[in-house]
């Protein structure tokens, strides 16, 4: 059994994995990580290994250390490098590149090669911060870009615009209100962000497709042209694949 972690800004996702598949997962709040052993893990079969990223810094990962005591075990805390499973990384520096987006990529190139024909694509994890990065055809990390998500943005709205701390609003192709214009004008930034990547991209030879992860995924994805696949763990399932080579 392995369980794989993916420790990001605001929450913890975990999995626990057999040669079968998944045999549990789970996600708890950054605040709520003191609570996993008593939990989310109570009754859980000793992990043979555990094997995560972590983006979210030395505090989060001291928090989860502990919670793994009752194994008497250590997680192994992967960070990128300039080629695993497929995907080579491009980055000027391969190990700052954030693991959890490597992960993400990692997985994307697993999906796309079990196709007949593997074509780019464009992986979006969209989370406190949002990623938009670019796999060619070949496995190349070519380059990404970070912006803030949806949540941050709107946050940033409202503490520097005393006019604009209003409700949620919705999404419209044609805003009438301050919360919809609001909500509207953030996901249309990102979608605008994402299509241009893709743009980049494109060849004559097949789509660029996109697979978005991340808890804002389900607001972005109807506004995005296809092929757009959502996938709710692409960072787990990435820690796995790598987790599988080491």
């Not at 820690?239 to 080491?246: E, F, G």
Request: proline share 7%.
């Amino acid at each position: 059994m392995l369980l794989l972690l993916d420790s990001g800004h605001s929450r913890l996702a975990w999995g626990l994995a057999s040669e079968h598949g998944w045999v549990a997962q789970g996600e708890v709040r950054n605040q709520d990580i003191g609570t996993l052993a008593l939990r989310e893990w109570q009754n859980l079969p000793r992990p043979a290994q555990v094997i995560g990223v972590n983006v979210a810094g030395e505090a989060t990962r001291v928090r989860i250390e502990a919670q793994l005591l009752r194994w008497r075990t250590m997680p192994d805390w992967l960070i990128a490098s300039e080629y695993a499973a497929g995907v080579t990384n491009r980055y000027a520096l391969p190990s700052q590149l954030g693991a959890d987006r490597w992960a993400a990529m990692v997985a994307a190139r697993q999906r796309v090669v079990a196709e007949l024909f593997p074509s780019p694509c464009v992986v979006v994890t969209a989370r406190t911060a949002l990623s938009i990065d670019a796999l060619d055809g070949d496995g190349v990390f070519r380059g990404g870009v970070i912006l803030p998500g949806p949540n941050l943005m709107l946050q940033a709205l409202a503490a520097n615009t005393p006019n604009l701390k209003m409700p949620p609003g919705r999404y419209h192709d044609f805003p009438v209100t301050n919360p919809d214009a609001m909500f509207s004008g953030v996901i249309q930034s990102i979608c605008g962000a994402v299509e241009q990547m893709r743009a980049r991209l494109a060849t004559a030879d097949a789509p660029t497709k996109c697979f978005l992860s991340g808890g804002a995924a389900a607001d972005i994805a109807p506004h995005l042209t296809e092929p757009v696949e959502v996938v709710d763990n692409l960072v787990l399932e990435g820690v796995l694949s790598l987790a599988i080579q080491i």
